[in-house]
């Protein structure tokens, strides 16, 4: 079964512009997360998705936005980037069978962003 | 609200010697915790985790980790160090029912030398 798949893999952008990065759960898998990684904030949750709906959401500002499709697909959007915003984000699934009780998330490799 | 903090940021063994990552987690209902480890441009891979079952949880590639109720810790072993555990080892918490949101500690940085 195939992982996580994240993409792209590297990015480049200059300050004011805007991003999407775009994951691809594992097949089946019906909740996605976001996470950011950063040398200075460490792992950092953004927000999951799960049925096409925002369960929960981290402390990040609202410049940071995502969605889910039917099929499971994520995507999360920045908004007027600034230079804090380069980072590695994180995208995991979960099967989330049981309500998230015992479940496991898978991580994909990362979209490495760097704002210029 | 959760926490975890990892102590030392960098762990230097050499190779065949005890691997010992310090985890200590803060919550105020019982956690799940998890050991992920991370190599160099790539993203998370679980090791081990522990949901409320046996209190020493055995994961990949020889390593385990024991929950300690009254230390509050989740340290992560291994018998025997191999130049292939050179890696980015990161402690998570979560509450149940939120497993999807972890809380990570800041990771520690083990280089394993001949």
């Known amino acids: 079964k195939a992982g996580v798949t994240q993409t792209p893999r590297y990015l480049i952008k200059t300050r004011g512009q805007q991003v999407t990065l775009s994951c691809s759960p594992i097949?089946?898998?019906?909740?996605v997360s976001w996470y950011q990684q950063t040398p200075g904030q460490g792992l950092q949750f953004l927000f999951e998705?799960?049925?096409?709906?925002?369960?929960n959401k981290g402390n990040f500002p609202g410049r940071f936005s995502g969605r889910q499709f039917s099929n499971s697909r994520s995507e999360m959007n920045v908004s007027t980037l600034e230079l804090g915003d380069s980072a590695l984000y994180l995208c995991?699934?979960?099967?989330?069978?049981?309500?998230?009780?015992?479940?496991?998330?898978?991580f994909g490799p990362g979209t490495r962003l760097t704002v210029l | 609200a959760q926490s975890v903090t990892q102590l030392g940021s960098h762990v230097s063994v050499s190779e065949g010697a005890l691997v010992l990552l310090r985890c200590n987690y803060s919550?105020?209902?019982?956690?799940?915790l998890f050991w992920y480890v991370q190599y160099p441009n790539q993203g998370l891979q679980l090791l081990l985790k522990?949901?409320?079952?046996?209190?020493l949880v055995k994961g990949n590639n020889g390593f385990e980790a024991e929950f300690k109720k009254s230390e509050t810790s989740f340290h992560l072993t291994k018998p025997s160090a191999h130049m292939s555990d050179a890696a980015e080892y990161f402690c998570?918490?979560?509450?149940?029912?939120?497993?999807?949101?972890?809380?990570f500690g800041t990771g520690t940085r083990l280089q394993v030398t001949l």
């Open positions: 995991a699934s979960s099967l989330d069978v049981a309500g998230g009780l015992t479940d496991t998330q898978y």
């Open positions: 522990y949901t409320s079952a046996a209190t």
């Open positions: 998570a918490v979560s509450r149940p029912g939120t497993a999807s949101k972890l809380t």
């Open positions: 998705y799960f049925s096409e709906t925002q369960r």
């Open positions: 919550s105020s209902v019982p956690p799940y």
């Open positions: 097949s089946g898998h019906r909740s």
